[in-house]
């Protein structure tokens, strides 16, 4: 039962250019959600996040927009850099008794081209 | 800040041996560790939570006998792999997050750890 869908699994973009990847998700009760960078062999790194009260959150290059109705999340990169050249993670989290947990999608390997 | 160191970085053993992984918050008290393993081009699989001096929670599927998880203290947990089986291979990464508050959801990753068993 994947919760956190991302289907596309990969998207080449000119440098320059706007980078969108998108996140679907189908858990109601995800109240935050979040994007990490992932480059081979190494952890994942927070990029930005956004909570389930707000539809627009933005830092620097990067934008994540949230619609709730929807149930739909997209980052989007601007201007694309050869150095975003990574997998991009979509995440939300949800809460459990008092604690919560992060559930990951499959990812989207981003290319930027020269 | 945030920042989340694990060791080793690469272990190779022979079948039945264990191997112990080490996780630490280095400029923050982490209260919730995590433990993730990703097999090559997919996702990360969430195995456990861990809270300090407490018992981990596992994830269905994951054999708590198999995957030993302790976490004694605000920056450190560590994973032990028992007598490893060429399955078991796969890259390890640990996340640790500081609170469990609103607004304090978001995780920082280690840099993970492969694990070959040979």
């Known amino acids: ?114 | 800040g945030a920042v989340v160191s694990q060791h080793p970085s690469w272990v190779i053993c022979k079948s039945g041996t264990s191997v112990k992984i080490e996780c630490r918050s280095l400029d923050f008290q982490a209260t919730t560790m995590f433990w993730y393993r990703q097999f090559p081009k997919q996702s990360l699989m969430l195995m456990a939570t861990s809270n300090e001096g407490s018992k981990a929670t596992y994830e269905q599927g994951v054999e708590k006998d198999k995957f030993l998880i302790n976490h004694a203290s605000l920056t450190l947990s560590t994973l032990t792999v028992t007598s490893a089986h060429p399955e078991d291979s796969s890259f390890y990464i640990c996340s640790a997050r500081e609170g469990a508050g609103a607004g304090q959801e978001t995780q920082y990753f280690g840099p993970g750890t492969r694990l070959l068993v040979l």
């Open chain 1, 1 to 114: 039962d994947q919760q956190v869908k991302q289907n596309s699994p990969s998207l080449s973009v000119q440098e320059g250019r706007i980078s969108i990847l998108n996140c679907d998700y189908t858990n109601s009760m995800f109240d935050y959600f979040l994007w990490y960078k992932k480059y081979p062999a190494e952890g994942p790194t927070f990029l930005i996040s956004i909570s389930s009260i707000k539809d627009k959150n933005e830092d620097g290059r990067f934008t994540v927009f949230l619609n709730k109705s929807a149930k739909h999340l997209s980052l989007h990169i601007v201007p694309s850099q050869p150095g975003d050249s990574a997998v991009y993670f979509c995440a939300a989290s949800v809460r459990y008794s008092s604690a919560s947990k992060i559930i990951f999608g499959s990812g989207t390997r981003l290319s930027i081209r020269p």
